[in-house]
């Protein structure tokens, strides 16, 4: 657990940051077969911070698909530039923007990532309600976050964490249809929904 906690990870560095991502990198294959994501898709990656997500998915739609790897931090956003610049990798679009409020005018994506980003926010119900707005209908989207019965030995303390049931609600509020529910981890699970029509 953190002892200097806080939800806007302005404690630590965005190196920090990308490391911690890393060593979730056991989760996102199967959030990626959740969606059923292949070469020439167009994923949204909510809250993607300095972006290890993001280029992990970037890799799965190869180049002829995208990532648009959204985040309110526009330094968040400048760590994973510049990664993009030197790996030389073109298919990630950096958003800098509120994810309660993205604009749906240049988005055009297939399916969406939430994961491990709404215990930082202070509107996670709205957050979902935009990425359900964003989606077509019948899109799937993977929405993973820490368990409270956890054993916090990683992620936020127990105190900011989000129970499944919660989550699922608000889910279901936004106008998508719960498909599964998995516990990945001790510490953490993910819901599969679908936009409905």
Request: with cysteine; hydrophobic share 40%.
């Amino acid at each position: 657990m953190e002892e200097s906690y806080r939800k806007d990870l302005s404690h630590i560095t965005w190196d920090e940051v990308f490391a911690r991502q890393v060593r979730r990198a056991g989760l996102v294959e199967e959030w990626m077969e959740a969606l059923h994501l292949q070469p020439g898709a167009r994923v949204l990656d909510i809250g993607a911070g300095p972006g290890y997500v993001s280029f992990v998915l970037a890799d799965r739609v190869g180049h002829d698909g995208l990532v648009y790897a959204a985040d309110r931090s526009a330094d968040a956003l400048a760590y994973l530039e510049r990664l993009k610049h030197e790996r030389g990798v073109t298919q990630i679009q950096g958003i800098v923007g509120d994810a309660t409020t993205l604009d749906p005018g240049a988005l055009r994506p297939d399916s969406a990532l939430v994961t491990m980003v709404l215990h930082h926010t202070d509107d996670p119900p709205g957050i979902l309600a935009n990425v359900a707005r964003l989606l077509p209908a019948g899109a799937l989207a993977v929405v993973a976050e820490f368990h409270p019965e956890g054993p916090c030995e990683q992620g936020p303390p127990q105190s900011e964490r989000l129970p499944p049931e919660q989550v699922r609600e608000w889910c279901e509020a936004a106008g998508f249809e719960v498909l599964t529910y998995r516990r990945q981890t001790p510490e953490h699970y993910m819901w599969t929904v679908q936009r409905r029509p």
